[in-house]
């Protein structure tokens, strides 16, 4: 019998922060993952076409697996790229991060000034912005583009360095310090592994993490459609498209026993 996957795609890493949510919340999932490291970072010097054609070309290889639903675990990706993959794939359901994370900040919020740690490409595409106002027209956004922080995770200073991570984290929070946010959102799969040091230098903000929050419409669609599986041993592929030896210790630290392979 035919197996059918959750298929989930990111540039690069982060989108595993979406995969080990899904694990916990559904464990019975078959999952394929796809990484674009070979092209990563999408979101601080590729323009908007580039993104879609990358997008696109990752999708046809997702889209070799029978999918009964697509994870798009990249606000870059989302805000550049998913109204292309939901036109040229009408038959898969494709949940996207930003929308389910711009409204989950938006109801939870309790002053309505909320942050957006966000690449280049996403505070640019003003999705985010777009997102909250039309759950609460009210709010005070204050997004801050973050350049340095992808390519500091993906290359595992996250794990050698965490005194210098932090130091640049803390260059990017320091202006949100004084706006009185009460909720913050992690426009970006990748910066949710840095949640607690987040936390930390932002103590008493709500966060609202954009690798969780689309979990939630995921559950209730498979569940409306009666397509929640019951498999005992889950399959779960992971691929990234350049050599796959240099992530296994970064993705160690998210998901048990990985193996990685090179897509083809
Ligand atoms: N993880 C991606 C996101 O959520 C961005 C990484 C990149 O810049 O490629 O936006």
Redesign the pocket.
């Known amino acids: 019998m035919r197996k059918k996957y959750i298929g989930v795609f ?3 890493l ?2 595993l922060t979406t995969v080990s949510e899904i694990i916990r919340q559904l464990p019975g999932e078959n999952i394929v993952f796809l990484g ?1 490291t070979a ?6 010097s590729k323009s908007r076409e580039e993104i879609i054609a990358l997008t696109m070309d990752n999708m046809e290889k997702l889209s070799a697996y029978d999918l009964k639903a697509l994870i798009i ?6 805000c550049n790229a998913s109204e292309s993959v939901r036109r040229k794939y009408p038959n898969i359901p494709v949940f996207a ?1 930003i929308a389910p994370a711009a409204k989950k900040a938006a109801e939870t919020s309790e002053n309505h000034r909320i942050g957006i740690l ?2 280049d ?2 505070v640019a595409s003003g999705k985010y912005e777009e997102e909250i106002c039309s759950c609460s027209r009210d709010s005070e956004i204050f997004s801050v583009p973050c350049p340095k922080l ?1 390519p500091m995770i993906e290359t595992g200073v996250f794990i050698d360095d965490p005194g210098q991570m932090k130091k640049v984290l803390l260059e990017y929070l320091e202006p949100l310090k004084e706006k009185d946010i009460d909720t913050l959102i992690l ?5 949710d592994i840095m949640r607690d040091m987040v936390s930390e230098i932002l103590p008493g903000v709500n966060i609202v993490s ?1 690798s969780r929050c689309v979990i939630e419409d995921l559950k209730q669609y498979l569940k409306q459609q009666k397509k929640l599986s019951r498999t005992q041993k889950a399959k779960r592929i992971y691929l990234v498209t350049s050599d796959p030896k240099r992530f296994t210790r970064m993705a160690s630290l998210l998901i048990n026993d990985i193996e990685i392979k090179k897509a083809n």
């Open positions: 990111d540039s690069g982060g989108g674009d092209n990563i970072p999408y979101g601080s675990a990249c606000n870059t990706a989302d991060v966000a690449t490409s996403t992808v426009g970006c799969t990748h910066y954009s």
